[in-house]
């Protein structure tokens, strides 16, 4: 069943009318009619049954039926990932929402070559990757933050994970962190003074993956994945 994000709160047997590109959307782009039930969320009501009630020239009505799911927040978990080509990126958005990120700090480093950052086509990204992955929320996300204003960002509660390219692997590691906040390098890596200035950080725990050296879009997926196994 289509699956759409809205900002309205939600609630049994409200009607709401969803704007024209949503609409196109939902009618010219999924090819949905009066009459066909979709799934809608807010990122904090949970997961609700509507059916399309009527179909406009650049609208369309909705009647919420009932609630499917309800809300249930997500542990913290923080993806800081050095901007990197806009694929790259994009992907790393995408798979960084369907393994449950919830904060995302994307990062300026020394090697960073690509500077700019569309904030609202990540938005984007994460909110369509939310639909299809079946998640009642969406990642937050937030400006491009330079690597030493980066752990100002962090509670008390946070720790710091810098995914390194040489050290012990986190075997026995990745078990023991709590709350943790994935720092993850651009292509070319950190430079020395930036590992310098992380490792001085406050309850940093360096990691490293494994005996190969992983492209920074690989990096990112593949301690998500790791994490969700722990």
Not at 7 to 17: H, I, R
Not at 56 to 78: A, D, M, N, Y
Not at 162 to 167: K, S
């Amino acid at each position: 069943m289509i699956r759409l994000f809205v900002n309205e709160k939600l609630s049994t047997g409200l009607k709401l009318s969803l704007d024209e590109k949503k609409a196109h959307y939902l009618i010219h782009v999924m090819r949905q009619k009066e009459g066909d039930n979709i799934l809608l969320f807010n990122g904090a009501d949970g997961e609700f049954k509507a059916t399309i009630a009527e179909v406009k020239k650049k609208s369309c009505c909705l009647t919420v039926l009932e609630q499917t799911r309800g809300f249930q927040e997500r542990p913290e978990l923080i993806l800081c990932p050095a901007i990197i080509k806009k694929e790259n990126m994009d992907l790393v958005l995408e798979k960084a929402t369907e393994l449950g990120v919830t904060k995302i700090y994307p990062l300026i480093t020394n090697r960073t070559v690509v500077r700019a950052f569309n904030l609202e086509r990540a938005r984007i990204i994460l909110r369509e990757a939310a639909e299809q992955s079946e998640r009642l929320d969406i990642p937050e996300i937030f400006e491009p933050v330079h690597l030493k204003d980066l752990f100002l960002k962090f509670s008390q509660q946070t720790t710091p994970v810098f995914l390194t390219e040489r050290g012990k692997t986190g075997d026995k590691l990745l078990p023991m962190i709590k709350n943790p906040a994935f720092i993850v390098g651009p292509e070319g890596g950190f430079s020395d003074s930036e590992v310098d200035f992380i490792l001085s950080q406050k309850n940093v725990a360096p990691l490293h993956l494994g005996d190969l050296i992983l492209r920074a879009e690989t990096a990112s997926i593949a301690i998500l994945g790791a994490w969700l196994c722990v």
